[in-house]
């Protein structure tokens, strides 16, 4: 049974910083292409990041890029998002995602077979 287990989240000023985490369970990170996704009330889940199986490569949207990195540890089968110098429309719901393969893309979500339970972050000025 795949799991992704979030931790991290919660309250931070404009321009601090913040790590969300991702374990996984009955699925490899290093066979699956990972993803981080948020999503604000009424509006469609949003490709944040991803990080391919083969080699590592990252991408990010461009409301991200240079401010957010994920990264992941093969030993630890984890995800993380780390995030810097964050802004107040960066308030969402953050979600992991695994792919049904090693490689995939920002969106569309229904490349992604697996989510983690969501973890709230709020952005204030």
């Known amino acids: 049974q795949v799991q992704l287990v979030q931790t991290g989240g919660g309250s931070v000023q404009a321009g601090g910083s913040l790590r969300l985490s991702c374990v996984a369970s009955?699925?490899?990170?290093?066979?699956?292409?990972m993803a981080w996704f948020r999503q604000t009330l009424g509006q469609e889940r949003e490709g944040v990041a991803i990080?391919?199986?083969?080699?590592?490569?990252?991408f990010y949207s461009a409301s991200v890029k240079g401010r957010f990195t994920i990264s992941r540890d093969i030993a630890q089968n984890a995800v993380y998002l780390q995030m810097s110098g964050v802004k107040p429309e960066d308030t969402a719901m953050y979600y992991c995602a695994a792919a049904r393969t090693g490689w995939c893309a920002l969106g569309p979500i229904a490349q992604y077979d697996s989510w983690g339970q969501g973890t709230q972050v709020t952005v204030s000025n």
């Open positions: 990080i391919t199986a083969t080699g590592g490569n990252d």
């Open positions: 009955g699925l490899s990170v290093d066979r699956r292409c």
